[in-house]
């Protein structure tokens, strides 16, 4: 059975930081996409951050560009992502998820991803 939990949200000031984690079992980590994706209250779910399998390709959404890193350690199967300078609109669960296809993965609201965490709530106050 393929779980994916992530860890690590929480409340923090604008300006601040935060990391998350997604930690996966049940399946071959080295050889699935993972993602991060978020949804805000009253907006679609979008893909903030993108990575292959091995971790050779990464991508960013545009509004986290350079404040926003992804990671991953296969051995650990976890994936992370390094939050900085945070700001409200921010304020999202975020959700990890998981993919053979890259393509899948790196597209949009992440229709099709075959394996999804239940999500961490990040707050940003202002």
């Known amino acids: 059975q393929v779980q994916l939990v992530e860890s690590g949200g929480g409340l923090v000031q604008s300006g601040g930081s935060l990391r998350l984690s997604c930690a996966a079992s049940?399946?071959?980590?080295?050889?699935?996409?993972m993602g991060w994706f978020r949804q805000a209250p009253g907006k679609e779910r979008e893909v903030v951050a993108a990575?292959?399998?091995?971790?050779?390709?990464?991508r960013y959404a545009d509004s986290v560009k350079g404040r926003v890193t992804a990671s991953r350690d296969n051995a650990k199967k976890t994936m992370y992502q390094q939050m900085n300078s945070l700001k409200p609109e921010d304020t999202a669960v975020y959700y990890c998820a998981g993919d053979r296809g890259w393509g899948t993965v790196v597209t949009g609201s992440g229709d099709g991803v075959t394996y999804w965490g239940k999500g961490t709530l990040v707050t940003v106050s202002s």
């Open positions: 990575m292959s399998g091995s971790g050779s390709l990464t």
């Open positions: 049940g399946l071959t980590f080295s050889l699935y996409a």
